[in-house]
């Protein structure tokens, strides 16, 4: 069964700083994994998917990096701007479906100016 | 395109009647998926379908709670009777020939 969590469940950053966030699965055997953006009273934006045979995915100030053997997903924020405060969530499959999406709990991100 | 699409927005209603929240994914998309976000448990699925046909409902809490999808750009999750335990936010997604999903504004469920 594929459970996965994120630490911090809060982070606080001064704008400028480069920050990672953290994501731990436990199964290994992932199909891939996202991580999603959550604003307040809003939905989920998807912003990067990492298939399982890659190991980074990069969007402008956004890098995601997968490791399977450690069962470790990071997302790398560069030069953090007040705009990137929202909630962070990463998630993967159950199996090889798409259907399954297992959540993180989500770590939000305050980004101070 | 507008993307998926959730109606209503917010609701508000007292325990023991029934609700309806509606879906309509993006176009061409064939897969369908309904959530429910609450503090204590985060993101939980409760069912999806592929081309109209449900495929796993391992996630619906109990009897009360039931999906339909009548047709490619509709669907319907429904709670008869609503209980207090039920409020949530309620996210319906969508996913196309590539693996991302991309989710509605939710349903805000308050049930009194």
């Known amino acids: 069964k594929q459970e996965v969590t994120q630490i911090p469940a809060a982070l606080s950053v001064p704008e400028g700083e480069n920050l990672v966030l953290n994501c731990s699965f436990t199964?290994?055997?992932?199909?891939?994994l996202q991580w999603f953006r959550q604003d307040p009273g809003k939905g989920l934006t998807s912003l990067l998917l990492?298939?399982?045979?890659?190991r980074e995915q990069t969007s402008g100030r956004l890098n995601a990096s997968l490791d399977k053997s450690s069962g470790r997903s990071t997302l790398y924020i560069a030069a953090s701007q007040p705009g990137d405060s929202a909630t962070y969530l990463c998630?993967?499959?159950?199996?090889?479906?798409?259907?399954?999406?297992?959540f993180g709990k989500g770590t939000k991100l305050s980004v101070k100016p | 395109d507008a993307g998926v699409i959730q109606s209503p927005r917010h609701e508000v209603t007292e325990m023991g009647q029934e609700v309806t929240l509606r879906c309509k994914p993006i176009?061409?998309?064939?897969?369908l998926f309904w959530y429910r976000q609450t503090m204590m448990r985060g993101l939980e699925l409760l069912i999806y379908?592929?081309?109209?046909?449900?495929?796993?409902d391992s996630g619906m809490p109990e009897d009360r709670f039931s999906a339909k999808m009548p047709n490619a750009s509709f669907s319907t999750l429904k709670i008869q009777p609503s209980e207090p335990r039920d409020s949530a936010v309620y996210f319906c997604?969508?996913?196309?020939?590539?693996?991302?999903?991309?989710f509605g504004p939710g349903t805000r469920l308050t049930v009194l």
């Open positions: 379908f592929n081309n109209n046909v449900p495929i796993d």
């Open positions: 199964d290994s055997a992932i199909y891939n």
């Open positions: 176009s061409g998309h064939n897969s």
């Open positions: 990492i298939q399982s045979s890659q």
């Open positions: 997604a969508s996913i196309g020939l590539a693996d991302t999903q991309y």
């Open positions: 998630a993967s499959p159950l199996g090889r479906s798409q259907g399954n999406l297992i």
